[in-house]
């Protein structure tokens, strides 16, 4: 690469070399450049302002103060061509510009491998993302008709029992009603037998009233007073029912964690992990 230091035009020598062709590495005036870029074979050149080049700094051998330009792969040294018939005769060479070149390249490598990964990564975490909340959605949507089948059974359940209660206790509520009606005409006939002896006390003491007293003593031993029975009654045991058991009855859920898993082993670095869930 051209030095930093050299401003003037390498065209027509007289303008500052404001502007340096990156392809040709070379400085061109305002005016060189336009015409530099009109040429059919330099059209496609690319310019970089000359004030934000990094001056180039080249290093020097120590020993024959020549420019360094190789290094030695035996000795992992940087050396100049000087040093290939020296000290380091025999050894194997590569080029600073060859080396920086691989070196470059299997960076790109390496850098394009790893955000090829990052952006797989990415598109799986999304998409997991996606999965899971409609995962989400569907369990919140089972939850919801569990519970809402469980609330039609518990509401069936009620009705029924519900009928049950009034069915069996109406026949205890009309056997109490028929006992209260016999009740009731057992009265009435003692009233009348009362109404009667009333009467009779009113009538002249002679043979024809024990008679007819007899005869409502007959009518009295008659009327019969039914006992009464054990009355019915009626109550609720309630079952202990708690919350827990409400939850058990409609269902569990359960959320995998992300968690790693063993992909490979590297020398360097050790164990390398990916999550099974999200990848």
């Known amino acids: 690469m051209a030095q930093a230091a050299s401003k003037t035009c390498e065209v027509c020598v007289s303008a500052p070399g ?5 392809d040709c590495e070379e400085y061109y005036c305002e005016n060189c450049k336009l015409l530099h870029n009109r040429q059919k074979l330099s059209r496609n050149h690319q310019f970089q302002k000359a004030s934000n080049l990094i001056p180039e700094v080249k290093s020097r051998c120590n020993e024959h103060k020549e420019e360094v330009t190789l290094i030695c792969n035996t000795c992992d040294a940087q050396i100049c061509t000087s040093c290939v018939t020296g000290k380091h005769n025999g050894h194997k060479f590569s080029k600073i510009v060859d080396v920086i070149g691989q070196l470059n390249e299997d960076n790109e490598t390496k850098i394009r491998a790893k955000t090829n990964e990052a952006t797989h990564n990415i598109r799986k975490i999304e998409e997991s993302v996606i999965s899971f909340d409609n995962s989400v959605e569907s369990v919140i949507k089972s939850i919801n008709d569990e519970g809402n089948m469980i609330k039609r059974m518990v509401d069936k359940s009620v009705a029924q029992m519900i009928a049950l209660v009034k069915k069996q206790s109406k026949k205890e509520k009309d056997r109490l009603i028929n006992m209260l ?5 057992v009265l009435l006939v003692g009233q009348n037998l009362d109404r009667k002896r009333n009467e009779l006390d009113k009538n002249r ?7 007819k007293i007899n005869n409502l003593k007959e009518e009295i031993d008659k009327l019969t007073i039914n006992y009464l029975p054990e009355f019915p009654n009626i109550s609720f045991s309630r079952k202990s029912v708690a919350e827990d058991d409400i939850r058990q009855l409609i269902g569990t859920f359960t959320i995998s964690k992300c968690a790693p898993v063993l992909e490979k082993k590297e020398q360097r670095h ?3 992990y990916r999550c099974s869930g999200c990848g």
């Open 205 to 211: 003491q002679d043979g024809s009233l024990v008679q």
């Open 270 to 272: 050790g164990y390398l």
């Open 181 to 185: 009606s016999d009740a009731k005409s």
């Open 18 to 22: 404001s502007q340096y062709c990156i």
